[in-house]
């Protein structure tokens, strides 16, 4: 369990969907290259890639069907020039410009064994998909700007991708599905930002009092019941110094206390036929406590088993 808390700690891990802007971006050269799909009938995904690497492209294009969205992996940047711009507010964003209107994409560190990329996440609606099927649509990131296809590929492809109404677009919290880890947990996206992800779980910062949201999965390789993760955890010093409080029940845990000069609120539920745990950890200066406790207790309730979504069966 040791372990897992330490991954959970360690993991560097929003995108918040606001409204489009009038104002005109300077004109940029876009970058010549090609689109292909994996598939001619039925597209997983989409991807760009200039001559120099055909074989490398810098751009992926997925659709998160559980979630509603349209996900881009960039990846033209070296990771290390990738990891020192996540330092500097706003390096990483990118933008959708078409029919003079530019759609704000806010960037976050994508990790991956391969290499670490750049990612935007498009909340599929109306409003998003009337820029992602314009014929001039142009796809801005940091130093790269591309053409979608002319032949209307990422139009179709987002249009296949469910979508949600238009008044998620506001909403200041939403569902997320993780069906790798058969759980769904709600996020208060207006208050925190994605500043990293990785095959594991995200990491959200710049919430109130300085707060961090971990949300992260790890495999119960010990195959540990509530109370004893718990026990575990309440004694790890890399995850909580002190213990305030704390409960367990048939497949949970929580426990709030402090690290350091911090206030930690911490929730693990197990999944996937108890062989995995989600854990939802929030990390927030003492001050901020009356903003950040009903934001955590909103989320602990929504933290719940999924054993699918729409078809698509979870823990495979």
């Known amino acids: ?166 008044v998620f677009e506001a909403a200041g919290w939403r569902r997320r599905f993780n069906l790798q880890a058969g759980f769904a947990v709600d996020i208060p996206v207006q208050q925190f930002r994605l500043s990293d992800a990785d095959r594991t779980g995200r990491f959200y910062r710049d919430g109130p009092g300085h707060a961090t949201l971990q949300l992260t999965i790890a495999i119960n390789q010990d195959e540990l019941g509530p109370r004893e993760a718990l026990r575990r955890m309440s004694r790890d010093k890399d995850a909580v110094t002190k213990v305030a409080k704390s409960n367990s029940g048939a497949d949970f845990f929580m426990l709030n206390g402090s690290k350091g000069d911090r206030a930690v609120s911490l929730k693990a539920l197990l999944t996937c036929g108890k062989s995995m745990w989600a854990m939802l950890r929030v990390e927030y200066d003492p001050a901020a406590r009356a903003q950040v406790e009903p934001l955590f207790a909103r989320m602990a309730q929504s933290l719940t088993t999924e054993a699918g979504f729409d078809g698509m069966a979870a823990c495979e």
Do not use: H
């Open 1 to 166: 369990m040791r372990n897992i808390i330490r991954g959970l700690l360690a993991a560097a891990i929003a995108f918040a969907t606001t409204a489009i802007s009038q104002a005109a971006e300077p004109p940029r050269t876009l970058t010549a290259g090609s689109w292909q799909a994996d598939d001619a009938d039925k597209p997983a995904q989409l991807t760009f890639a200039t001559a120099a690497r055909a074989d490398d492209p810098e751009l992926f294009v997925f659709c998160d069907r559980a979630n509603t969205e349209l996900k881009l992996l960039y990846r033209r940047l070296p990771s290390e020039e990738a990891e020192g711009m996540s330092e500097r507010p706003g390096a990483l964003d990118g933008s959708l410009v078409a029919a003079g209107q530019t759609w704000p994409l806010a960037g976050f560190l994508s990790r991956a064994p391969e290499a670490t990329g750049i990612g935007y996440d498009i909340l599929v609606t109306a409003n998003s998909l009337a820029l992602l099927t314009t014929p001039d649509l142009t796809l801005r990131f940091p130093g790269f700007d591309i053409a979608a296809p002319q032949d209307g590929l990422l139009a179709r492809f987002a249009s296949a991708c469910p979508s949600v109404s238009t």
